[in-house]
């Protein structure tokens, strides 16, 4: 085979190699855009067009096996975009599922710090239970330490680098305290709730 022949049997190769990303990209556009099914058709009919006349090509230059290499780059082409879609799938499916999990635990730690408030914001349960926001008396002293590791938990996660939430595990076991903390400190003090802070036994998800 001389030079010629070779060469041009690996441009056949890159240019399978590019029309089929080419056209797989246009399938990703197509499928965030909404496209129809003319556009699906031509946009395969094209990619086919690009990929066989380049396979044909290595073909006369190189007889069969020049084909076969040539229809080996396009199943490699094709091969990388699946995998490289479904990674990116997967990850899109545990960033959802982890900040999911983030915002119920924000909203249970958050739900556990306004009950606690109401002790001190409201004049009756203030004169009831004065204890729970006496720093000397160990049910506020429960509360308060929960509170401040949860926070310090929130805060560390809030400003991951990577943009995901951050250490759901901690997170979620700090919220768990919290929680046992604030019911805990409500039997030691006598306080009688016809509505609970919901107690988890597990937290919404882990990281």
């Not at 997967?90 to 606690?116: F, I, M």
């Not at 310090?152 to 046992?180: C, F, I, K, Q």
Request: charge should be neutral.
């Amino acid at each position: 085979m001389d030079v010629v022949a070779l060469l041009g049997i690996i441009s056949a190769c890159l240019v399978v190699a590019a029309g089929t990303a080419v056209t797989a990209w246009r399938v990703d556009v197509l499928a965030r855009s909404g496209g129809g099914t003319d556009d699906y058709f031509w946009v395969a009919f094209g990619g086919v067009v690009v990929v066989a006349g380049a396979g044909a090509v290595a073909a006369a230059l190189g007889g069969l096996w020049s084909a076969a290499a040539t229809a080996a780059v396009a199943v490699a082409a094709v091969t990388g975009w699946v995998w490289r879609r479904e990674r990116a799938r997967r990850v899109k499916a545990d960033v959802a599922a982890r900040t999911t999990a983030w915002s119920q635990l924000l909203s249970r730690h958050d739900a556990v710090a306004r009950h606690w408030a109401d002790y001190d914001l409201d004049p009756a349960k203030a004169i009831d239970h004065p204890e729970m926001h006496d720093p000397s008396h160990p049910a506020a002293r429960r509360v308060v330490h929960a509170l401040r590791d949860a926070e310090t938990e929130r805060d560390a996660g809030s400003g991951s680098p990577t943009g995901w939430p951050g250490n759901l595990t901690g997170y979620t076991e700090a919220v768990l305290r919290v929680e046992h903390a604030f019911a805990e400190s409500e039997r030691e003090v006598g306080v009688l709730r016809t509505t609970r802070v919901p107690r988890h036994r597990d937290g919404p998800g882990r990281a």
